[in-house]
């Protein structure tokens, strides 16, 4: 299914009934999901002196990284995932680039001054209802650093637009037009992790997720469950 911007995709996450994701061998359905990302919007969105502020995000769990993209932009912030092994001049770089005031993660025992630390985990958030924003098409919805081979690392912004719309061609390219199951091998803080997600949800697809070194055998048993 094709979606203007990225809170559509995820308002579509309540008319399906499988499984979300896969993560370390725990199940979670869509509604599961859909839940734990309006969980951490609403704390987002409750945060009134950083309201517009870009959030980073840091997390070596990939379940909890996906959860902060999507909840960032379901707050109407823009999101700015990175690599939980930056160094801290490059954290410190990407909250001076990026004007951040917000830094979602699983460790909160970073201390940056001036910056709110939000603990990524869903778990302890009580459950009250949420009316997102509507942006427009081309609203900046994600920042998405370079590599930095041939030099400082560069931050790449990209509209709700372009991620629905590389989303919906990289679907049609395939010949995609029923559920995925997937395992997502790539970190979910880059281009093609978190385009992959986008790409299966928009099918009500399957993610499979596994953190640390990667075991082929396991893998290959959870896409065949």
Request: with cysteine; net charge negative.
């Amino acid at each position: 299914m094709s979606y203007e911007t990225v809170p559509e995709l995820i308002q579509d996450f309540k008319r399906y009934s499988g499984t979300a994701i896969i993560h370390n061998g725990k199940e979670r359905s869509y509604d599961d999901v859909y839940r734990d990302i309006v969980s951490i919007a609403n704390v987002l969105a409750n945060e009134e002196d950083t309201s517009d502020s870009p959030v980073i995000i840091l997390s070596s769990n990939k379940y909890y990284t996906i959860l902060g993209i999507y909840a960032s932009i379901y707050a109407g912030r823009v999101a700015v995932p990175m690599d939980v092994d930056s160094s801290d001049d490059e954290i410190k770089r990407a909250l001076d680039v990026t004007e951040s005031d917000v830094l979602l993660t699983t460790d909160t025992s970073f201390d940056y001054s001036q910056v709110d630390i939000i603990d990524l985990d869903p778990t302890d958030i009580p459950e009250t209802p949420y009316d997102p924003p509507n942006p427009s098409e081309d609203a900046t919805a994600l920042v998405l650093f370079t590599s930095g081979t041939t030099g400082a690392k560069k931050g790449v912004l990209l509209s709700h637009r372009n991620l629905m719309r590389t989303s919906d061609y990289i679907n049609e390219f395939m010949g995609v037009n029923e559920p995925l199951r997937e395992h997502v091998l790539v970190p979910i803080h880059h281009s093609f992790g978190f385009a992959r997600t986008r790409c299966v949800f928009s099918t009500g697809g399957t993610i499979v997720l596994d953190d640390g070194q990667l075991n082929p055998l396991l893998a290959f048993k959870r896409l065949k469950n």
